[in-house]
């Protein structure tokens, strides 16, 4: 397995624009997460999903935050429109059922909006 | 609200002696904690773990000890060596399966 797959890795934009990060989860796994890395808060939680429904987005900053996950395979977070303060590194997990062996992280998406 | 804290941003040992990182957390419904170690450029990969019926787990050179009374974990990488410089984060679940992290604690262990 190729374990999670997150794209872009980098990804540069303008104030305002709209942002779209992906990302594909292991197979099999049942629940999906999307975290935000920061300097000053660390990794937050934003929204995560149980077979591709969403279970809890209190994390989400604002309702310029997106998220959506139409299958078992793929999830996409997106910001409209991004601003400066937006950029950080966002990081999609996946895991199956009880935390035996924690979370799969992807690589994760490095947003900077300038 | 940051339910699990990291306190210390860094901490610096050499290579050999222990390192001993601190979380602690607030939220007394939290069941099962987890370390994860992140390289630059990487996501975080899963270290160790812990369930609340436990006071301590051990793997290898690394032990996270559990103190439910003070709400208190910490991790133990006994020897340390080069290849463990990363930052850790802490990580706490209640069963609804909902992970919270730490801001996590940049580990450098010089040669």
């Known amino acids: 397995d190729a374990g999670v797959i997150q794209s872009p890795r980098h990804e540069v934009t303008e104030m305002g624009q709209e942002v779209t990060l992906r990302c594909k989860p292991i197979?099999?796994?049942?629940?999906l997460f999307w975290y935000r890395q920061t300097m000053m808060r660390g990794l937050e939680l934003l929204i995560y999903?149980?077979?591709?429904?969403?279970?809890?987005d209190s994390g989400m900053p604002e309702d310029r935050f997106s998220a959506k996950m139409p299958n078992a395979s793929f999830s996409t977070l997106k910001i409209q429109p991004s601003e400066p303060r937006d950029s950080a590194v966002y990081f999609c997990?996946?895991?199956?059922?009880?935390?035996?062996?924690?979370?799969?992280f992807g690589s994760g998406t490095r947003l900077t909006v300038v | 609200d940051q339910q699990v804290k990291q306190n210390s941003p860094s901490l610096s040992v050499q290579e050999g002696r222990i390192s001993i990182l601190n979380c602690d957390y607030t939220?007394?419904?939290?069941?099962?904690f987890l370390w994860y170690k992140k390289y630059p450029a990487e996501g975080p990969t899963f270290l160790i773990s812990?369930?609340?019926?436990?006071d301590k787990n051990e793997d290898g050179r690394f032990t996270v000890f559990l103190n439910k009374s003070a709400k208190h974990l910490s991790l133990h990488i006994v020897p340390s060596q080069p290849g463990d410089s990363a930052v850790y984060f802490c990580?706490?679940?209640?069963?609804?399966?909902?992970?919270?992290f730490g801001a996590g604690t940049r580990l450098t262990v010089k040669p």
């Open positions: 999903f149980n077979n591709n429904v969403p279970i809890d």
């Open positions: 997990a996946s895991s199956f059922g009880v935390l035996d062996y924690g979370y799969t």
């Open positions: 812990i369930s609340s019926i436990k």
């Open positions: 990580a706490a679940s209640a069963q609804n399966n909902d992970m919270r």
């Open positions: 197979s099999g796994h049942d629940y």
């Open positions: 939220n007394s419904m939290f069941d099962y």
